[in-house]
Nanobody, 124 residues
Framework: VQLQASGGGLVQAGGSLRLSCAAS????????MGWFRQAPGKEREFVAA????????NYADSVKGRFTISRDNAKNTVYLIMNSLTPEDTAVYYC??????????????????WGHGTQVTVSS
């Protein structure tokens, strides 16, 4: 499966963004989907994940209550709505897919497929 993330940009603290990740190549509903982020000089970290059916989600503590992950299997797209953004959310955001991994593990190694990332910059 090929993944293409979009929707990043520059936003002021307190603002919102919606990231999208379009999938192509295989049946999108076969995959659990996740969002990760990586800030300069830091390791890639888990942000949110959603099961194949969309019936269950998982979030990093740092984004709970501010970010929402969702998916539209008819459009082969997963979304990340980010509210109340802070400068600490500045990072390159990646979407990822796993067919067999444990979607809720939060481990990047659980995901087999990755998009190229989209930059999110939050100014103070």
């Amino acid at each position: 499966v090929q993944l293409q993330a979009s929707g990043g940009g520059l936003v002021q603290a307190g603002g919102s963004l919606r990231l999208s990740c379009a999938a192509s190549g295989r049946t999108f509903s076969s995959y659990h989907m996740g969002w990760f982020r990586q800030a300069p000089g830091k390791e890639r970290e888990f942000v949110a994940a959603i099961r194949r059916s969309g019936g269950s989600t998982n979030y990093a503590d740092s984004v709970k209550g501010r970010f929402t992950i969702s998916r539209d299997n008819a459009k082969n797209t997963v979304y990340l709505i980010m509210n109340s953004l802070t400068p600490e959310d500045t990072a390159v955001y990646y979407c990822a897919a796993t067919e067999y991994g444990t979607y809720s593990s939060g481990r990047p190694t659980a995901y087999e497929y990755w998009g190229h990332g989209t930059q999110v910059t939050v100014s103070s």
